[in-house]
């Protein structure tokens, strides 16, 4: 068998004995089971939801949950079961998706503050704690007020906010590997920097990387809902559950609670599902 044979071997039973330890992790199989089942609500929507979400049904305004309308309906008569089930397809694509962007250029930033070190560190770590220094909803809220709201722009602007974030841990795994042995070699045989960081280096600290994606995915989902909630996030007719829960707050008072407890219970499940999964990773993972 040849070296890079046996090392293909080696991953790949590396990688099995990984998921074998996750599945063995409660935490871990429940967070999927919500992902999933919002997941399905996400891609079915409209062919799963039991009413269109835009349905207006006027003889049943704010009516209770029970009956036709399992979870009741809105100030408007729109059923929030089914806008609760198509509302998830704007959080699965937003949250994930700005998540990723955030982890992509935290990652670059990352390598390049950990492996250079000395000035370049210097500048780039000021300005990173700089933004750590301020609210991220308050700093999403200002840039959505001027950019405008949309899904491209709510994506954007918080994919840039976790950057520093991600950056901080990148930083902080690059610091450890890059006077290990490999890296020396490499640098012996004349290597590249930008090698060196993304062949060797970056291969080595995927753990944390993987870990942070998920916390950030968890993170995006409450930051999407809380700019909906503000109304610079997703925008009308949109069943977001943020938006909804924007919609309605107000008419608690009234003791119209259904169309605020249940989107919000969504969020939350999400979240927390997003978090089970995480731990289950950072357990496993930094072994």
Not at 91 to 110: E, H, K, N, Q, Y
Request: hydrophobic share 55%; charged share 15%; aromatic share 10%.
């Amino acid at each position: 068998m040849t070296a890079s044979a046996a090392a293909l071997t080696a991953r790949k039973t590396a990688r099995r004995e990984t998921f074998r330890l996750l599945m063995r992790k409660p935490s871990f199989v429940i967070g999927n089971l919500i992902v999933i089942f919002w997941v399905v609500c996400a891609v079915g929507g409209k062919a799963i939801a039991p009413y269109d979400p835009q349905q207006n049904f006027s003889d049943f305004l704010h009516a209770p949950p029970g009956g036709d309308f399992l979870l009741g309906t809105d100030r408007l008569g729109r059923d929030v079961l089914s806008r609760i089930i198509t509302g998830a397809r704007d959080v699965l694509i937003v949250a994930p998706v700005s998540a990723v962007i955030g982890v992509t250029l935290g990652t670059i930033l990352g390598l390049v503050m950990g492996f250079y070190r000395g000035a370049v560190d210097d500048i780039l770590s000021r300005v990173v704690e700089a933004f750590l220094s301020l609210p991220i909803a308050v700093v999403g809220l200002l840039a959505l007020v001027v950019l405008g709201p949309s899904n491209t722009t709510v994506l954007t602007v918080v994919g840039l906010l976790f950057a520093p974030i991600v950056a901080r841990t990148v930083r902080a795994a690059v610091l450890a590997e890059r006077e290990l042995d490999y890296v020396q070699a490499a640098r012996l045989q004349g290597e590249s920097s930008f090698y060196i960081m993304f062949r060797e280096i970056l291969p080595n600290i995927t753990g944390p990387i993987i870990v942070e994606l998920t916390v950030r995915i968890g993170y995006a989902i409450f930051t999407v809902a809380t700019l909906s909630f503000l109304g610079v996030g997703v925008q009308p007719p949109s069943p977001d559950w943020g938006l909804a829960i924007s919609d309605e707050y107000s008419f608690i008072i009234s003791g119209y609670w259904w169309p605020v407890v249940y989107p919000s219970l969504a969020i939350a499940s999400l979240v927390i599902a997003v978090n089970l999964i995480a731990d289950a990773l950072q357990g496993v993972l930094s072994r």
